[in-house]
């Protein structure tokens, strides 16, 4: 059927025969490029994309003012601190913010060219798989210049010869009506696992739910991608059997087909994500007695999604467990992540200040203790790269400092410290 390898070919494009992801030429990913920072003396301010979390990564500029356009970054830095004093009254406070920030090492390595989509920067199958995801959830940046946009409009007009909806018949059939808000569309996206309400007043644009969407689920970043447009292309066939056969499209199928498209799709692929990690008691955590002269600290972070502001915990024991010292400040981030880097930061250089000698420093991030002992970016979203250097450099020449992973309840001191900050 013409419309089955139409549609088929918008979501899961295997022309090139080597498995079930069609690549896109690259260029189409270009938006997706940006920029670490490092010293910042090849980054264009207002010309390259660098600022995590802005749309496409750069700083819109507004025409009616005159920005000097061969700012680099390491203009606006000093003595390793932001100074936005040279765009304060030229770019939105928001944009301030975000750039505020970013990570500035003490010693900074080269601006570096990042693959944004990926975790940590790299470009790789399962990275490029993803940015498809996203390019058939409609995200800005990727799909103007994708071409799964021309084969959508084609089935569309092809489809969509009538405006009233062929399942309720009552509504005028907009994309919205036709993937959310058609009554049986909604029992379907909320009888499904992840349980997504969808109340009619908060659409305007399937565009930009399908954005805030995937902002509030970013903990699940793949799975929930590929759950959307998994739920998108049942809901799409379902109502084009409707439209061809008169058969009824009922909820319980749209979840049935999305459960086997997940299936085939991530499953056969191997990109289906594993079970969330949790910090799980390690050898180094079992050993509790320490030695009597060895000091822990004891580091976490509370961050709060809404307002991008955090605090972080440090507390300091000594061998018989009893309270020394303690530290909690505030703290703005992206992401819990980046708050709890911060703590331990904090940390390392609280190892310094206190003129401390052996230390055990601890943390309940699986994937940060994996990033700090391995020195390993994998671990790490590349917008925090510098921050890890600035953690594992001065730690490497010291043989008595170490990390440690405890699992969540044995941080509950730090914890309070935290949240209080
Ligand atoms: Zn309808």
Redesign the pocket.
């Known amino acids: 059927m013409a419309l089955d390898s139409l549609v088929s070919n918008f979501f899961w494009s295997n022309s090139d025969g080597s498995g079930k992801i069609h690549w896109a030429a690259w260029k189409n990913y270009r938006n997706l490029k940006t920029r670490e920072v490092g010293t910042g003396h090849y980054i264009d301010v207002f010309k390259d994309p660098w600022v995590p979390a802005a749309k496409q990564f750069r700083i819109p500029v507004n025409n009616d003012i005159s920005v000097n356009q061969d700012m680099v970054v390491a203009d606006l830095v000093q003595e390793r601190s932001w100074n936005l004093q040279p765009i304060n009254r030229k770019i939105d406070k928001l944009y301030l913010d975000l750039i505020s920030k970013i990570p500035l090492t003490s010693s900074p390595r080269a601006d570096k060219l990042m693959w944004a989509p990926a975790r940590d920067g790299t470009y790789s199958v399962k990275a490029g798989y993803r940015a498809k995801t996203s390019a058939i959830e409609g995200r800005t940046g990727v799909t103007r210049a994708s071409p799964s946009k021309k084969v959508d409009t084609r089935i569309w007009r092809r489809c969509a010869s009538n405006p009233v909806?062929p399942?309720?018949?009552?509504?005028t059939?907009s994309l919205e009506?036709?993937f959310l808000?058609?009554?049986w569309v909604k029992v379907a996206w909320f009888g499904y696992s992840m349980g997504i309400y969808i109340s009619p007043r908060n659409i305007k644009n399937l565009g930009f739910w399908l954005e805030e969407f995937q902002l509030l689920n970013d903990s699940d970043f793949d799975y929930s991608k590929a759950y959307v447009a998994s739920m998108l292309w049942a809901i799409w066939k379902l109502r084009c059997r409707m439209t061809f056969e008169q058969v009824e499209p009922s909820p319980s199928e749209a979840m049935e087909m999305t459960n086997r498209a997940m299936k085939e799709y991530w499953e056969v692929n191997s990109l289906f994500p594993k079970a969330p990690t949790f910090a799980e008691p390690e050898a180094s955590y079992k050993w509790r007695k320490l030695q009597s002269h060895t000091l822990k600290l004891n580091c976490d972070d509370a961050f709060c999604k809404k307002n991008g502001k955090g605090g972080i915990g440090i507390v300091c024991r000594d061998s018989e467990g009893l309270f020394i010292k303690g530290w909690a400040e505030q703290v703005s981030a992206y992401s819990a992540f980046h708050t709890e880097m911060l703590a331990i930061c904090k940390a390392v250089q609280l190892v310094e200040e206190w003129g401390m000698q052996s230390v055990i420093i601890e943390m309940d991030c699986q994937d940060l203790y994996k990033a700090v002992t391995q020195c390993s970016f994998r671990h790490c979203p590349w917008s925090l790269h510098g921050l890890l250097i600035e953690i594992t450099d001065p730690v490497q020449n010291r043989s008595l400092v170490s990390f440690s992973l405890i699992p969540r309840e044995g941080n509950s001191t730090a914890d309070r410290l935290a949240a209080l900050a």
């Open positions: 909806c399942v309720c018949g009552d509504e059939e009506h036709l808000l058609c009554n």
